[in-house]
C-alpha cells in the first residue's frame, strides 16, 4: 500500500501516521473545502509524537484496515501535531474539556461539521469497548447516521458549543488595581492548600512539576520571608530531582509522574518542562546554595546540548515515550540488566541507592531513583560517605554507557520558535547564574539561528524552522516567547541585535495579536484559518504566551523608555484580574508577570567588556532578585535616562544599581553589587 498525503510533512508526528490505511489529510484549505464540498463531517486527530496513548490508538485503530475503511466512507480524516497547530488544538481540546467536565488531553479524537464547528470530542478511544469507553467505530456509526438524518439539530448543537468555547476563553475585564506585593503573597499562600504535604507538589497522581507554581512559591518567599513558602518548594524539587520523573542517568526531566510519588513517570521528555525547571532549580540554587539544585540543573543542560540541540543552532522539540515499541524500554532496567552493568561487588549498593530492589516499578523492570539517602546506605556497607558516592556515580556512568547501545526513542526533531524562546531564555539566564559560558553559547547560536530564518523583516514569527523553508506563521506564543527570550539574553550578554529584534517582534505582536477591546490577547492573528480567535489566559503544557507578553513588555517598556509598552502589560494583568485571582494554579505564570509589574524593580545598567562583566557579576548571581531588569550600554535602543552621564571605564566594569528611581553609588566590587541588588 502507498504511503498516504502525510508522507510529505515535515512533522514527524504526521509522518509516523503516513503508512496508516486511512485517508489522512494534513490540516488545509484542500481537506476542508472536501468536506464543505461533499457535505461530510471531519474527523479530527490530534496528539504529538512523544504521546505514548496517540501511538497506542494508532496501533489499535488507525492501523486497522476495516476502522480505516469505515473512516475513509463517511469521513473527511484530518490529521493534526497539536505542537504544530496549538491554535487548533486550542479550540478543540477546550470543547471537549467543556463536554467532559474538565477533563482532556491526547490524543485528541473530535468530530466537526464542514464548518470546523465540534459535534462531539472525546480523547482515547479503543477498537472496541472496554472500561466505560465508547470503540471509534461505534461513535463513527452514530455520528455519522445522526448527521445524515438529523444534520441541522447536530449544526445547531455544534454551533452552541463552539459559541461556549470562545466564550469561556473571553477575558472578564475587573475593576480595580493590579496586585500589589502583599496580594502576591497571600496568591502564593493560597497554593499550599494544593501541596501534597506527603511527597511534595501540587494534587495527586498524575503529578506535573508544575514549574511555575513552583516559582510562585519562591516569590512569595522572597518577598516575605516566609520559610512556609520556601519548604514546600524545595519539598518539591527534592522529590523530583530523586524520583523516577527525573532521568538519573542522563539528566533532565520526563513529562509526568502517573504516581503521586514521582516514581514512574510518563517518559517522554519536552523542552519545556525542562526549560521552566532550570530556571526553578536555579532559582532554589540562588535561595539556599545547596549544591543538589546545581547538580540537577547542570543535568539538564548536559542533557539539552548532548541530545536536544540541532548542529545549525537550536533545539529539538521531545523525545518519545517509547522505543521497540514499549512506553519506557530505553530506560527501565531488570535485576539482571543491572547487575550485569554494575558488577557483583558493586550491585547490591548501587541497587539499595538507585531503587532496584522490591518488585519492579512497571512492566520493563524498574525505574532508577534515589531511593535511600547516600550516607545511610554508607553506613549499612561500612563506607565512608566519599567512597560510596564515588562507587555509585562509577555504577551510574557504566548504565548509562550501557544504555547508550539501546534503541533509543524517537526524537521529534521540529524547530518550535515559541519553545526556542522558552529554553534560550532559560539558558541564558542560567548561564550567569552558574557563570557558564558554554551554556551562554548555546542559547546565543539558537537565538542567531531564530532571528535569522524565523523572524521577517517586519517582526513577524514563523511558528518553526521547517526544513522546506516552508511553515505556518506563528501563534501569540511563537511571538511573545521568541522576543522576551531575545531580552532576557541581551540581559545576560548586551547583544544590541538581540534587543532589535525583540523589539521588532513586540511591535509586530501588538499589530497582530493585541485586543484592545479587553486588553488581552489573541492566540492567532485576524488572517487565521479558523473559526474563532480564542483568548490566551491559563497555563497549559506550557504556560501561557499572554504572561510571556506581559512580561516582555515590561521589560521592553524599562529597557526602552516606551510607557506605552509598560500600559500593555498592566492591561493584560487587569484583563485577567478575576480570573487569577480566583484561580492562582492555573494562572501561576501570569502572577509571576504581575509579580515583575508590582515591583519595585531593580534597574541594572552595566558597562564594560563582556569578561569583564562576568567577573563583576561574580557576586551577584548568587542573588535572588526576581525583579532586576538588566541595561548593557551601547544598545541603541535603550532609554536615554538609563545611560545618561554613565560611561565604562578605562579598564574593567563598572555596574549602576537602581531601586523605585533612587540609585546607589557605581561600583566595580563584586560583593557591592550583590548587596546593592539585595537593598531594595
Not at 511573545?480 to 544590541?496: F, I, N, Q
Request: hydrophobic fraction near 45%; aromatic fraction near 8%; glycine fraction near 8%.
Amino acid at each position: 500500500m502507498a504511503p498516504n498525503r502525510l508522507a510529505a510533512e515535515t512533522s514527524p508526528y504526521l509522518r509516523q501516521h503516513a503508512d496508516n490505511p486511512v485517508d489522512w489529510w494534513p490540516w488545509c484549505d484542500e481537506a476542508l473545502a472536501l468536506a464543505r464540498r461533499e457535505n461530510r463531517l471531519i474527523l479530527l486527530s490530534v496528539g504529538y509524537s512523544a504521546c505514548h496513548w496517540c501511538h497506542v490508538m494508532a496501533h489499535e485503530c488507525f492501523e486497522s484496515a476495516s476502522i480505516a475503511a469505515l473512516m475513509n466512507a463517511r469521513y473527511v480524516c484530518v490529521k493534526v501535531d497539536r505542537e504544530e497547530r496549538p491554535d487548533v488544538d486550542q479550540i478543540y481540546q477546550t470543547a471537549v474539556q467543556l463536554l467532559r467536565q474538565g477533563r482532556g488531553g491526547w490524543p485528541l479524537t473530535v468530530f466537526l461539521t464542514p464548518d470546523l464547528e465540534p459535534v462531539w470530542g472525546a480523547t482515547y478511544l479503543p477498537p472496541t469497548p472496554r472500561h466505560g469507553l465508547p470503540s471509534l467505530p461505534e461513535v463513527m456509526r452514530v455520528l455519522a447516521d445522526t448527521w445524515a438524518a438529523r444534520e441541522g439539530d447536530l449544526r445547531e448543537q455544534a454551533a452552541g458549543l463552539l459559541a461556549q468555547v470562545e466564550a469561556v476563553s473571553r477575558p472578564a475585564t475587573a475593576p480595580g488595581d493590579l496586585p500589589d506585593g502583599a496580594e502576591l503573597v497571600g496568591m502564593a499562600r493560597a497554593l499550599l492548600g494544593r501541596i501534597d504535604p506527603v511527597h511534595g507538589g501540587f494534587g495527586s497522581a498524575p503529578k506535573f512539576p508544575n514549574a511555575s507554581a513552583l516559582t510562585l512559591l519562591l516569590r512569595g518567599h522572597a518577598r516575605s520571608g516566609a520559610p512556609a513558602l520556601l519548604g514546600p518548594v524545595l519539598q518539591a524539587l527534592d522529590a523530583m530531582a530523586a524520583g523516577g520523573i527525573h532521568d538519573q542517568l542522563g539528566g533532565g526531566f520526563h513529562r509526568y509522574s502517573t504516581d503521586d510519588r514521582w516514581l514512574v513517570p510518563h517518559f517522554e521528555k519536552m523542552l519545556y518542562d525542562n526549560a521552566s525547571l532550570l530556571e526553578a532549580y536555579g532559582a532554589a540554587w540562588q535561595l539556599t546554595r545547596a549544591p543538589r539544585y546545581a547538580e540537577v540543573a547542570e543535568g539538564i543542560v548536559r542533557w539539552l546540548l548532548r541530545e536536544m540541540e540541532a548542529p545549525e543552532g537550536g533545539f529539538y522539540t521531545a523525545q518519545d515515550a517509547d522505543s521497540e515499541g514499549h512506553e519506557g524500554r530505553f530506560f527501565g532496567w531488570t535485576k539482571a540488566q543491572f547487575g550485569a552493568v554494575v558488577g557483583a561487588s558493586d550491585a547490591k549498593l548501587a541497587s539499595e541507592l538507585l531503587g532496584v530492589s522490591g518488585p519492579p516499578s512497571f512492566e520493563d523492570g524498574y525505574v532508577l531513583w534515589r531511593a535511600r539517602e547516600l550516607d545511610s546506605v554508607a553506613q549499612q556497607f561500612g563506607l565512608a560517605p566519599a567512597d560510596a558516592a564515588a562507587r555509585l556515580d562509577a555504577a551510574r556512568a557504566a548504565l548509562f554507557a550501557a544504555r547508550e547501545s539501546r534503541v533509543r526513542p524517537g526524537l521529534d526533531d521540529k524547530l518550535l520558535t515559541a519553545w526556542n524562546g522558552q529554553m534560550l531564555g532559560a539558558l541564558a539566564e542560567a548561564s550567569v547564574i552558574f557563570d557558564r559560558a558554554d551554556w551562554l553559547a548555546a542559547a546565543q547560536r539558537a537565538a542567531r539561528r531564530f532571528i535569522s530564518t524565523a523572524v521577517d523583516a517586519e517582526g513577524r514569527c514563523l511558528r518553526q524552522l521547517a526544513p522546506s523553508g516552508h511553515a505556518p506563521h506563528g501563534t501569540l506564543d511563537d511571538s511573545a516567547w521568541l522576543a522576551l527570550g531575545l531580552v532576557r539574553l541581551y540581559e545576560a550578554d548586551g547583544s544590541p541585535d538581540s534587543l532589535d529584534t525583540a523589539l521588532r517582534i513586540a511591535d509586530r505582536m501588538i499589530a497582530d495579536f493585541h485586543d484592545p477591546a479587553t486588553g488581552g490577547w489573541f492566540v492567532t492573528a485576524a488572517d487565521s484559518d479558523l473559526r474563532v480567535r480564542l483568548h490566551s489566559g491559563w497555563d497549559g503544557a506550557m504556560p501561557a504566551g499572554a504572561s510571556a507578553a506581559a512580561e516582555l513588555l515590561e521589560r521592553l517598556g524599562v529597557l526602552t523608555g516606551r510607557t506605552e509598552l509598560r500600559d500593555l502589560a498592566r492591561g493584560t494583568i487587569r484583563s485577567q484580574l478575576a480570573a487569577l485571582r480566583e484561580n492562582p494554579l492555573g494562572f501561576a505564570h501570569l502572577l509571576l508577570a504581575a509579580d515583575l509589574l508590582a515591583g519595585p524593580t531593580t534597574e541594572l545598567v552595566l558597562g564594560g567588556p563582556a569578561p569583564a562583566i562576568r567577573a563583576l557579576r561574580d557576586h551577584a548571581r548568587r542573588a535572588y532578585a526576581p525583579r532586576v531588569i538588566v541595561a548593557h550600554l551601547g544598545a541603541a535602543a535603550l532609554d536615554p535616562a538609563l545611560v545618561a552621564g554613565r560611561t565604562p571605564p578605562e579598564t574593567g566594569a563598572r555596574a549602576w544599581v537602581c531601586h523605585a528611581h533612587t540609585c546607589a553609588a557605581p561600583t566595580s566590587d563584586p560583593a557591592t553589587l550583590a548587596a546593592q541588588l539585595l537593598s531594595e
